[in-house]
């Protein structure tokens, strides 16, 4: 099998020689570039420009449009800058965190007897507080996408365990050796804002339309009632970054399943709302709902919100198909 991702892999070590600053500051010159690609072809951009008008219906064209220019601007800088989050030593990384919020309540979790659940999200440098668990909670499980044949696989899976934590897949073998570890105390992490795989899993409220949402979090917190954490990273434009640990309520662990993954939802919007643009919009979040497809993200549905039509009239959900017809 021929190896991915090879010229992706020699673009970040190449990267890694760099100062920082000379690597977000070319990352930031190309992705203002792109801006100018008609967004008829530029996906990520568009994507990003539907989202915000999805989650903030307030914005006009023209306040979406610059929002969602900024966006892929910062998504860009933080994919250069984990260059050297991977790759440099772990230490030059952790000596640009100059704040961790929830510090306390952090630490008294971790001496406890229970496990931490880490909620993470794409925000700002999410790979940034990976290291800092390793370094504070050695042997946390972190669960991630593993993608086989590629160049980026070793390098990146090495960098992510530079301090401590134990990356484990998101498959079966990987559910399996987080229950276990759960189960033995430990810690487990996952980013938990993006669709799952599968069809089973339940829908909750995110900026006010439904995503589907894994069901794993609400059995994992059924099972072994851990203390739930969202943990999270803002980044400065000197690229320092302020670390949160946001301790979610004690009441979450005796919710049902819908109001347990709907507080999730509710924790990550605040989080995002610290930092509107630093969140990863270019994902297509929006593209499936309890009755299917949506279709938003669609060239058509651009062109009627650019000659004027409210995202209200554009953004309406699809009618959920009976199994009868």
């Known amino acids: 099998m021929k190896e991915m991702h090879v010229w992706e892999a020699r673009l970040l070590r190449a990267f890694s020689r760099l100062p920082l600053s000379w690597v977000v500051g070319l990352a930031s010159i190309l992705a203002k570039l792109f801006a100018f690609v008609p967004l008829s072809v530029a ?7 539907i989202n915000a008008l999805v989650c903030f219906p307030e914005k006009n064209w023209q306040a979406a449009k610059k929002f ?8 860009a800088r933080t994919l250069a800058g984990y260059s050297h989050v991977w790759l440099r030593p772990p230490e030059e990384t952790l000596s640009r965190i100059t704040k961790v919020q929830g510090l306390q309540a952090w630490q008294q979790a971790i001496e406890s007897d229970r496990p931490i659940l880490y909620l993470s999200l794409h925000q700002s440098s999410w790979e940034v507080p990976v290291l800092l668990v ?10 991630y996408q593993p ?33 276990a570890g759960l189960a033995h105390g430990k810690s487990m992490a996952l980013l938990a804002d993006h669709e799952p795989g599968g ?23 059924k099972r072994f009632q851990p203390h739930v954490f969202f943990i999270s990273a803002q980044r400065s434009d000197d690229y320092h970054y302020e670390v949160w640990l946001d301790q979610a ?12 993954l709907k ?14 643009t630093q969140y990863q919009w270019t994902y ?30 554009v953004f309406v959900e699809p009618k959920p198909v009976s199994k009868d017809e």
């Not at 507080?263 to 509107?276: D, H, L, S």
């Open 284 to 313: 297509k979040r929006f593209r499936r709902g309890p009755g299917g497809a949506r279709g938003w993200y669609r060239p058509a549905a651009l062109k009627r919100l650019q000659a004027g039509e409210s995202p209200a009239s």
């Open 43 to 49: 996906t990520p951009h568009r994507s990003a420009l």
């Open 263 to 276: 507080a999730m939802t509710a924790g990550f919007e605040t989080i995002i709302r610290r930092n509107p």
């Open 147 to 179: 993608v086989e044949g590629s160049a980026l696989e070793g390098l990146v899976k090495k960098g992510r365990e530079a301090t401590g934590c134990t990356l484990i897949p998101t498959n079966g073998e990987g559910v399996r050796a987080a229950l």
């Open 199 to 221: 069809r089973s899993n339940p829908f909750v409220p995110f900026f006010g339309h439904d995503v589907m949402v894994p069901a794993f979090i609400y059995k994992v917190i």
């Open 134 to 143: 390793g370094k504070n909670d050695p042997g946390a499980l972190i669960m």
């Open 68 to 75: 969602a220019r900024q966006s892929v601007i910062e998504t």
């Open 249 to 260: 309520d004690p009441a979450m662990l005796a919710m049902n399943e819908h109001d347990t």
